[in-house]
Protein backbone atom coordinates (compact mmCIF):
# COMPACT_ATOMS: atom_id res chain seq x y z
CA UNK A 1 0.00 0.00 0.00
CA UNK A 2 1.71 2.90 -0.78
CA UNK A 3 0.72 6.11 0.64
CA UNK A 4 2.70 8.45 -1.39
CA UNK A 5 2.31 8.47 -4.79
CA UNK A 6 4.45 10.31 -8.02
CA UNK A 7 2.41 9.31 -10.90
CA UNK A 8 4.45 10.72 -13.33
CA UNK A 9 7.39 8.48 -13.73
CA UNK A 10 9.41 10.93 -16.20
CA UNK A 11 8.81 14.70 -17.00
CA UNK A 12 11.15 16.13 -19.76
CA UNK A 13 11.30 20.37 -20.26
CA UNK A 14 13.22 22.65 -22.14
CA UNK A 15 16.10 24.46 -20.32
CA UNK A 16 14.72 27.76 -18.92
CA UNK A 17 11.13 26.41 -18.75
CA UNK A 18 9.57 25.27 -15.70
CA UNK A 19 9.84 21.97 -13.93
CA UNK A 20 6.79 21.12 -12.17
CA UNK A 21 6.90 17.90 -10.20
CA UNK A 22 3.72 16.03 -8.36
CA UNK A 23 2.86 14.16 -5.36
CA UNK A 24 -0.08 12.63 -4.10
CA UNK A 25 -0.37 11.32 -0.42
CA UNK A 26 -3.14 9.25 1.37
CA UNK A 27 -2.68 9.29 5.05
CA UNK A 28 -3.60 12.65 6.70
CA UNK A 29 -1.73 11.96 9.29
CA UNK A 30 1.59 13.22 7.30
CA UNK A 31 2.76 16.28 8.93
CA UNK A 32 6.53 16.98 7.27
CA UNK A 33 6.87 16.44 3.38
CA UNK A 34 10.16 16.64 1.15
CA UNK A 35 11.94 16.52 -1.66
CA UNK A 36 14.96 14.33 -2.34
CA UNK A 37 17.10 14.66 -5.24
CA UNK A 38 19.74 11.46 -6.81
CA UNK A 39 21.79 11.38 -9.52
CA UNK A 40 22.72 7.84 -11.10
CA UNK A 41 25.03 5.80 -8.67
CA UNK A 42 24.71 8.52 -5.55
CA UNK A 43 22.73 8.62 -2.32
CA UNK A 44 19.49 11.00 -2.27
CA UNK A 45 20.38 14.59 -1.52
CA UNK A 46 17.87 16.89 0.46
CA UNK A 47 16.68 19.64 -1.66
CA UNK A 48 13.41 21.30 0.56
CA UNK A 49 10.72 20.58 2.99
CA UNK A 50 7.85 21.63 4.24
CA UNK A 51 5.82 21.68 7.27
CA UNK A 52 1.92 20.38 7.52
CA UNK A 53 1.40 23.97 8.85
CA UNK A 54 2.60 25.79 5.85
CA UNK A 55 1.63 25.69 2.20
CA UNK A 56 4.57 27.33 0.53
CA UNK A 57 8.20 27.26 1.02
CA UNK A 58 10.74 28.73 -1.54
CA UNK A 59 14.53 28.23 -1.40
CA UNK A 60 16.11 29.41 -5.07
CA UNK A 61 14.65 28.26 -8.08
CA UNK A 62 13.24 25.73 -6.01
CA UNK A 63 9.51 26.21 -4.43
CA UNK A 64 7.25 23.39 -2.60
CA UNK A 65 3.60 24.01 -2.36
CA UNK A 66 1.06 21.98 0.04
CA UNK A 67 -2.89 21.64 -0.66
CA UNK A 68 -3.10 19.80 2.23
CA UNK A 69 -7.59 19.82 1.31
CA UNK A 70 -6.25 17.82 -2.02
CA UNK A 71 -3.55 15.68 -0.37
CA UNK A 72 -1.22 17.08 -2.88
CA UNK A 73 2.35 18.28 -2.84
CA UNK A 74 4.73 19.82 -5.81
CA UNK A 75 7.87 21.07 -6.71
CA UNK A 76 8.53 23.77 -9.15
CA UNK A 77 11.84 24.44 -10.45
CA UNK A 78 12.22 27.74 -12.08
CA UNK A 79 14.23 28.48 -14.39
CA UNK A 80 14.83 24.83 -15.00
CA UNK A 81 18.87 24.01 -15.84
CA UNK A 82 20.07 20.51 -17.81
CA UNK A 83 21.62 20.35 -14.27
CA UNK A 84 18.29 19.61 -12.48
CA UNK A 85 18.39 16.51 -14.54
CA UNK A 86 17.58 13.74 -11.77
CA UNK A 87 15.30 11.54 -10.18
CA UNK A 88 13.22 13.67 -7.56
CA UNK A 89 11.99 11.46 -4.74
CA UNK A 90 8.49 12.80 -2.55
CA UNK A 91 8.98 11.88 1.11
CA UNK A 92 6.59 12.26 3.94
CA UNK A 93 7.10 11.58 7.37
CA UNK A 94 4.43 10.32 10.02
CA UNK A 95 5.61 10.62 13.16
CA UNK A 96 9.44 10.54 13.82
CA UNK A 97 11.48 8.50 11.76
CA UNK A 98 8.80 6.67 9.53
CA UNK A 99 9.47 8.38 6.50
CA UNK A 100 7.73 6.89 3.24
CA UNK A 101 9.02 7.97 -0.29
CA UNK A 102 7.07 8.05 -3.20
CA UNK A 103 8.91 6.25 -6.39
CA UNK A 104 10.45 9.27 -8.07
CA UNK A 105 10.34 11.17 -11.38
CA UNK A 106 12.97 11.41 -13.83
CA UNK A 107 13.31 15.30 -14.97
CA UNK A 108 15.60 15.43 -18.28
CA UNK A 109 16.04 19.12 -18.78
CA UNK A 110 17.01 19.49 -22.39
CA UNK A 111 19.33 22.39 -23.57
CA UNK B 1 29.53 16.09 0.95
CA UNK B 2 28.74 14.52 4.75
CA UNK B 3 31.26 11.55 5.89
CA UNK B 4 29.80 8.40 5.09
CA UNK B 5 30.56 5.50 3.44
CA UNK B 6 29.18 2.23 2.64
CA UNK B 7 31.05 -1.07 2.13
CA UNK B 8 30.62 -2.96 0.26
CA UNK B 9 29.29 -1.04 -3.36
CA UNK B 10 28.75 -3.97 -4.99
CA UNK B 11 28.13 -7.30 -4.04
CA UNK B 12 26.83 -10.75 -5.64
CA UNK B 13 25.87 -13.67 -3.22
CA UNK B 14 23.65 -16.86 -3.38
CA UNK B 15 20.49 -17.89 -1.72
CA UNK B 16 20.97 -18.85 1.65
CA UNK B 17 23.84 -17.00 2.50
CA UNK B 18 24.34 -14.41 4.75
CA UNK B 19 25.50 -10.97 3.99
CA UNK B 20 26.34 -7.90 6.27
CA UNK B 21 26.61 -4.07 5.14
CA UNK B 22 28.22 -1.94 6.92
CA UNK B 23 27.47 1.90 6.86
CA UNK B 24 30.24 4.52 8.36
CA UNK B 25 30.15 8.35 9.56
CA UNK B 26 32.40 10.10 10.16
CA UNK B 27 29.84 13.08 11.25
CA UNK B 28 29.17 11.71 14.58
CA UNK B 29 25.54 12.00 14.36
CA UNK B 30 22.71 10.19 16.26
CA UNK B 31 20.65 8.52 14.21
CA UNK B 32 20.96 6.12 11.57
CA UNK B 33 18.85 4.35 8.81
CA UNK B 34 18.87 1.31 6.25
CA UNK B 35 17.08 1.69 3.16
CA UNK B 36 16.13 -0.26 0.39
CA UNK B 37 15.41 1.29 -3.15
CA UNK B 38 13.76 -0.61 -5.70
CA UNK B 39 11.79 0.52 -9.11
CA UNK B 40 8.31 1.40 -8.48
CA UNK B 41 8.45 1.73 -4.92
CA UNK B 42 10.97 4.47 -4.16
CA UNK B 43 13.02 4.36 -0.98
CA UNK B 44 11.55 1.87 2.05
CA UNK B 45 13.28 2.57 5.46
CA UNK B 46 14.12 -1.05 6.79
CA UNK B 47 16.03 -0.17 10.03
CA UNK B 48 16.99 2.23 11.99
CA UNK B 49 18.85 3.90 14.83
CA UNK B 50 18.53 6.27 17.38
CA UNK B 51 21.70 5.47 19.41
CA UNK B 52 24.41 3.32 20.38
CA UNK B 53 22.47 -0.24 21.14
CA UNK B 54 18.90 1.45 20.09
CA UNK B 55 17.34 0.65 17.20
CA UNK B 56 13.80 0.09 15.76
CA UNK B 57 11.77 -1.55 12.94
CA UNK B 58 10.78 -0.31 9.42
CA UNK B 59 8.81 -0.44 6.94
CA UNK B 60 10.58 -3.90 5.67
CA UNK B 61 12.18 -4.89 8.13
CA UNK B 62 11.38 -8.78 7.61
CA UNK B 63 14.43 -10.78 6.76
CA UNK B 64 16.89 -8.51 8.03
CA UNK B 65 18.47 -7.32 11.30
CA UNK B 66 20.78 -4.86 12.36
CA UNK B 67 23.15 -3.59 14.92
CA UNK B 68 25.21 -0.75 16.39
CA UNK B 69 27.68 -0.84 19.28
CA UNK B 70 29.85 2.22 18.06
CA UNK B 71 28.03 6.11 17.21
CA UNK B 72 30.17 5.47 13.92
CA UNK B 73 28.88 1.86 12.38
CA UNK B 74 25.40 0.28 11.54
CA UNK B 75 25.36 -2.98 10.38
CA UNK B 76 22.74 -4.32 7.92
CA UNK B 77 22.46 -8.25 7.89
CA UNK B 78 20.70 -10.67 5.69
CA UNK B 79 20.62 -13.80 7.72
CA UNK B 80 19.96 -16.03 4.86
CA UNK B 81 20.15 -13.92 1.42
CA UNK B 82 16.80 -14.36 -1.20
CA UNK B 83 16.61 -13.39 -4.37
CA UNK B 84 13.68 -10.94 -3.32
CA UNK B 85 16.31 -9.11 -1.28
CA UNK B 86 18.35 -8.06 -4.80
CA UNK B 87 18.24 -4.49 -4.26
CA UNK B 88 20.10 -1.08 -3.73
CA UNK B 89 20.87 -0.30 -0.06
CA UNK B 90 21.74 2.98 0.83
CA UNK B 91 22.65 4.25 4.29
CA UNK B 92 21.19 7.69 5.74
CA UNK B 93 22.45 9.73 8.61
CA UNK B 94 20.47 12.58 10.20
CA UNK B 95 21.34 14.87 13.68
CA UNK B 96 17.94 14.57 14.91
CA UNK B 97 14.68 12.87 13.66
CA UNK B 98 13.67 12.24 10.66
CA UNK B 99 12.62 15.95 10.21
CA UNK B 100 16.23 17.04 10.00
CA UNK B 101 17.70 16.07 6.93
CA UNK B 102 19.22 12.92 6.24
CA UNK B 103 22.63 12.97 4.63
CA UNK B 104 22.56 9.77 2.03
CA UNK B 105 25.82 7.37 1.71
CA UNK B 106 26.31 6.69 -1.86
CA UNK B 107 24.92 2.92 -1.77
CA UNK B 108 25.79 -0.68 -1.97
CA UNK B 109 24.21 -2.53 -5.03
CA UNK B 110 23.46 -6.60 -4.04
CA UNK B 111 22.24 -9.09 -6.25
CA UNK B 112 21.17 -12.23 -4.51
CA UNK B 113 21.17 -15.45 -7.24
Known amino acids: DQQVKQNSPSLSVQEGRISILNCDYTNSMFDYFLWYKKYPAEGPTFLIS?????DKNEDGRFTVFLNKSAKHLSLHIVPSQPGDSAVYFC??????????FGAGTRLTVKP | DAGITQSPRHKVTETGTPVTLRCHQTENHRYMYWYRQDPGHGLRLIHY???????DKGEVSDGYSVSRSKTEDFLLTLESATSSQTSVYFC????????????FGPGTRLTVL
Open chain 1, 50 to 54: ISSIK
Open chain 2, 49 to 55: SYGVKDT
Open chain 1, 91 to 100: AAIIFNNDMR
Open chain 2, 92 to 103: AISEGPSTDTQY
